[in-house]
């Protein structure tokens, strides 16, 4: 059902949401003290040099704390950002980036793999789904 209604599960629906905070606070469509804690590793002089900083990865600091450090935004927005295909990182409209995280984010939730997807020019999706063997046609 959560297919046929284009319904994210839950860890998805939470990825979504932290990556569209993460989003919004890179383009300074959020408040300040969220954006302070979304740095690029490249802001960090002694970082220039990691291979990340060349992807454009967010620095996730070291916690102090073993069960509530690693669950703050702090951590888990720069890891969940970080673990996105590049090529979300260059969207630059926020509707544009929300359709192409939440079709990333179905796609890894029902195992599609991204070679099965086929981008129209009239705006849809076309997912061949390997699990149900038909073509289905997702609107963005």
């Given at each position: ?9 839950i ?12 989003f ?29 900083a ?13 069960r509530?450090?690693?669950?703050s935004?702090?951590v ?8 996105l295909?590049a ?24 195992f ?29």
């Open positions: 059902m959560h297919d046929a209604l284009h319904w994210l599960p860890r998805q629906h939470v990825d979504f949401k932290l990556c569209v905070t993460v919004n606070s890179l383009h300074n469509l959020a408040p300040n003290y969220l954006s302070t804690m979304c740095q690029l590793v490249t802001e960090n002089p002694s970082h220039q040099h990691l291979r990340s060349a992807c454009g990865d967010l620095a996730v600091p070291e916690t102090c704390t073993i509530y450090g690693p669950r935004f702090t888990t927005g720069p890891s969940t950002w970080n673990s295909p090529f979300l990182s260059y969207c630059h409209l926020p509707s544009a980036f929300r359709c192409e995280l939440k079709t990333e984010l179905f796609a890894r939730a029902f599609i793999s991204t070679h099965d997807r086929f981008h129209c020019k009239s705006g849809q999706t076309l997912t061949l789904s390997t699990h149900h063997h038909h073509i289905h046609h997702e609107l963005l």
